[in-house]
């Protein structure tokens, strides 16, 4: 399944960082880029003309990042976690702390839609294999996750949907 067939769950915060960088490709860098290529074709002679060259390749990458992003505000489909129901289990949007059993170590990790990838904040996918194995549960439980380096098992220690305090 690939990212344009799944659902686009999104955060509030999320889908308005999309909707900011697709307005400011629209209307600030797009026509300034749209104007520098007007400039540069008056000049004449496009073929050896570096200024036309590199705006016409700025402009496509401008245009496929825009058709992108309009896909997925398109599909956008906004979760505010502050507003679901049974708080006490781990749902989109919520920070979860986790007891990593092995490592003897606590991590705190939010789970968001896939545009909202950030792992050095602790942003995980929601259609991560942590996250798909977070989803449902409570306080106390706990998780037993493959990854790379093997199995992990995890104790979810606490679940939040406000931003946790450190």
Not at 8 to 13: C, L, S
Not at 25 to 35: D, Q, S, W
Not at 63 to 87: G, N, P, W
Not at 113 to 122: A, I, R, V, Y
């Amino acid at each position: 399944m690939t990212m344009a067939d799944q659902k686009n769950y999104i955060t509030p915060e999320g889908y308005a960082v999309l909707k900011a960088e697709f307005d400011q490709l629209h209307k600030v860098e797009r026509p300034g880029v749209v104007r520098d290529v007007a400039w540069a074709a008056s000049n004449g002679d496009r073929s050896e003309n570096a200024d036309y060259i590199y705006g016409k390749r700025r402009l496509r990458q401008i245009d496929a990042r825009l058709k992108f992003l309009y896909r997925r505000i398109d599909l956008a489909e906004v979760v505010d976690a502050t507003k679901q129901q049974s708080l006490e289990k781990v749902y989109f949007g919520a920070w979860v702390t986790l007891y990593a059993i092995s490592k003897d170590e606590e991590i705190t990790y939010r789970i968001v839609g896939q545009d909202e990838l950030d792992p050095s904040l602790g942003h995980i996918s929601w259609v991560s294999p942590l996250a798909k194995a977070m989803l449902g549960k409570g306080e106390g439980d706990v998780l037993r996750v493959v990854t790379p380096g093997g199995e992990e098992e995890y104790e979810i220690t606490a679940i939040s949907y406000t931003v946790p305090a450190n």
